[in-house]
């Protein structure tokens, strides 16, 4: 799943975030950027939210496939914990030089669980403190293209009903994040259209992150989120 080499930069990784509803293209987008700084000579590693290899992971995974069924607070508190268990290593690649490529993130935990109807507060309060990305794209597809995408419907939250609810809760969730943290920390990218195109519009909206890393800029901690 992982993909990554070391580094001799002097300046940390850069930490960059996929977000978005179900089948707007984050995991073929997210594969796509590693392999693209990778032949730029950068290092990168991609992080899958949920990391389903874990022993959290898999309980994560049965519940999302409907092979087992939880409580919503409790299910909420894994995909944290699920979180929590990598943030350690998160933290250490960054400070090697390597730039973490997250397909979702803190803020899916907070529009899916939301959406269900928990309160805001609780669904953000558990990942205060992970490490703070320090771009999240989040990326937008017309329901009826995402709606027609393979697999669509497979998973527990793949309905219209729930896609509408959680798109609604995202919004709330990128005014907390400029709010907190400012607005280069959110940035929305039109998914529609071809891999290639949307491919490069990243690519555009990247570069000046990309390039302060390049130039020794990102030698600034990285923060904790929602502090
Ligand atoms: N969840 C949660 O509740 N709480 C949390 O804290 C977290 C997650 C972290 C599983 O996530 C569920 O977990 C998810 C949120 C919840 N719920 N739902 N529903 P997941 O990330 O494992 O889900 P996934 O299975 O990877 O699906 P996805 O992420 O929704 O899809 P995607 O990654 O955005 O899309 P894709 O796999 O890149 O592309 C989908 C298809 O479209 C595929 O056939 C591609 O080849 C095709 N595609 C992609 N881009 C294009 C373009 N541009 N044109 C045409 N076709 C394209
Ligand atoms: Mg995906």
């Known amino acids: 799943m992982a993909s990554s080499s070391s580094s001799s930069s002097a300046s940390r990784g850069a930490f960059i975030v996929f977000e978005g509803l179900d089948r707007c293209g984050k995991t073929t987008q997210v594969s796509r950027l590693v392999e693209r700084l990778e032949k730029e000579g950068k290092t990168a590693r991609l992080?899958?939210?949920?990391?389903?290899?874990?022993?959290?992971g898999q309980m994560i995974d049965a519940y999302l496939r409907s092979k087992a069924d939880m409580d919503?607070?409790?299910?909420?508190?894994?995909?944290?914990?699920?979180r929590w268990e990598c943030a350690a290593a998160i933290r250490r690649d960054l400070a090697n030089g390597i730039t973490?490529?997250?397909?979702?993130?803190?803020?899916?935990?907070?529009?899916?669980?939301?959406?269900k109807g928990l309160p805001f507060d609780f669904c953000l309060n558990p990942d205060t403190a992970l490490p703070l990305p320090d771009i999240t794209l989040y990326l937008t597809l017309s329901p009826i293209i995402a709606s027609q995408r393979a697999a669509f419907g497979?998973?527990?939250?793949?309905?219209d009903q729930m896609q509408r609810s959680t798109r609604?809760?995202?919004?709330?969730?990128?005014?907390?994040?400029?709010?907190?943290?400012g607005e280069n920390r959110w940035r929305e990218v039109d998914a529609n259209g071809g891999i290639e195109e949307v491919g490069d519009r990243i690519w555009g909206l990247l570069a000046p992150l990309l390039?302060?890393?390049?130039?020794?800029?990102?030698?600034?901690?990285v923060g904790e989120l929602w502090v």
């Open 168 to 181: 609604q809760q995202f919004a709330l969730v990128a005014q907390e994040v400029v709010k907190r943290h």
């Open 154 to 159: 497979e998973e527990r939250y793949e309905t």
């Open 72 to 82: 919503d607070r409790a299910i909420h508190l894994l995909f944290s914990a699920n």
């Open 211 to 221: 390039e302060e890393g390049q130039g020794g800029g990102l030698k600034r901690e």
């Open 100 to 115: 973490i490529i997250a397909d979702r993130y803190a803020f899916s935990g907070i529009a899916f669980s939301a959406a």
């Open 47 to 56: 992080q899958k939210f949920p990391d389903r290899t874990t022993a959290i």
